[in-house]
């Protein structure tokens, strides 16, 4: 799967101010990130509000995302949830033609055993007519896939990466140590992004690299190449904003890097909220800074 190596984002959907999906908007977002760089396209993740999506809305993106992309990059798909059946079903009358794999988090709520993800994820991969990423969210789930469930997964021959998303090293590199060969590991963190890359992982799964995908997607690169001096000059700069959108949640900060921007606003769904006034001055000022830098 050399076409997940490197530098992929997270789509936000972007709203009109009457919480309806802005085609428009999202057709700029999609090629702001082909023009800037990226290697992928991940559509339907979190970042996507896909929990607050119709099934109406997840069609409209994706016709908008495959249409606007027009084959030029690689597509992922965000298919996930904790109904294991259900996602059985899901997978097996999708048209699924459009993309080259599948993004499925680890079940959330239930809280299941390392024994029930693991079965979770062998009944999708059984099921599924794409390679499967998964996906390890600890602070969204409720629970941790822990390195050995990912490892004994990663013997499957229709899972082929894991977007790792605990954020501790420790557990990453324990992954990356132990995988079968051509078994990726992405970060699913723009702050562990880099530190994962060069320690033999593939890339990320970017929220803040759609946003400015040209200094990101520079980033993973010279890591990819094994410069890590060049590359870290660039995660410390972009360090600050990586905190800034996450500080009232995702996607409310990426939304408002978009706005600054001029490509989207930064309407949310309810339970989310726009980012405040405080935050917003915030990427302001940041984005102002690394404009006058030339970053």
Do not use: W
Not at 53 to 72: E, P, W
Not at 121 to 135: D, G, H, M, R, T
Not at 229 to 258: C, D, R, T, W
Not at 270 to 275: Q, W, Y
Request: net charge negative; with cysteine; charged share 20%.
């Amino acid at each position: 799967m050399e076409q997940l190596v490197g530098t992929g984002v997270a789509l936000v959907t972007p709203f009109r101010e009457d919480h309806s999906v802005d085609v428009e908007a999202l057709e700029r977002i999609v090629e702001h990130c082909v023009q800037g760089g990226v290697d992928y396209l991940v559509a339907l993740g979190t970042t996507a509000e896909s929990a607050t999506l119709s099934k109406a809305d997840k069609q409209l993106v994706i016709d908008i995302v495959v249409r606007t992309n027009a084959g030029r990059l690689p597509l992922v798909l965000g298919v996930g949830g904790n109904n294991t059946m259900a996602l059985v079903e899901e997978l097996k009358t999708l048209d699924l033609s459009e993309f080259d794999a599948i993004l499925s988090v680890s079940p959330y709520y239930n809280k299941p055993t390392q024994e029930g993800i693991f079965r979770h994820f062998e009944a999708l991969a059984n099921a599924s007519p794409k390679p499967i990423i998964l996906y390890n969210v600890p602070s969204r789930t409720g629970s941790n896939m822990l390195p050995a469930t990912t490892l004994r997964l990663a013997q499957l021959p229709n899972i082929v990466a894991i977007k790792e998303a605990s954020g501790d090293m420790v557990q990453i590199d324990t992954i990356i140590k132990g995988k079968p060969e051509g078994f990726l590991v992405i970060s699913g963190d723009d702050f562990t992004a880099l530190p994962t890359v060069l320690a033999g992982g593939a890339g990320v799964i970017s929220v803040l690299g759609q946003g400015l995908p040209k200094q990101f997607s520079k980033m993973i690169n010279l890591g990819l190449q094994g410069k890590p001096e060049e590359a870290y000059q660039i995660h410390h700069g972009l360090l600050p904003i990586m905190s800034l959108i996450f500080e009232e949640g995702n996607p409310a900060g990426i939304k408002n890097v978009f706005q600054n921007l001029d490509i989207a606003n930064g309407t949310v769904r309810l339970p989310l909220v726009e980012a405040s006034s405080a935050l917003q001055q915030k990427i302001g000022a940041f984005l102002k800074s690394l404009d006058r830098a030339h970053v």
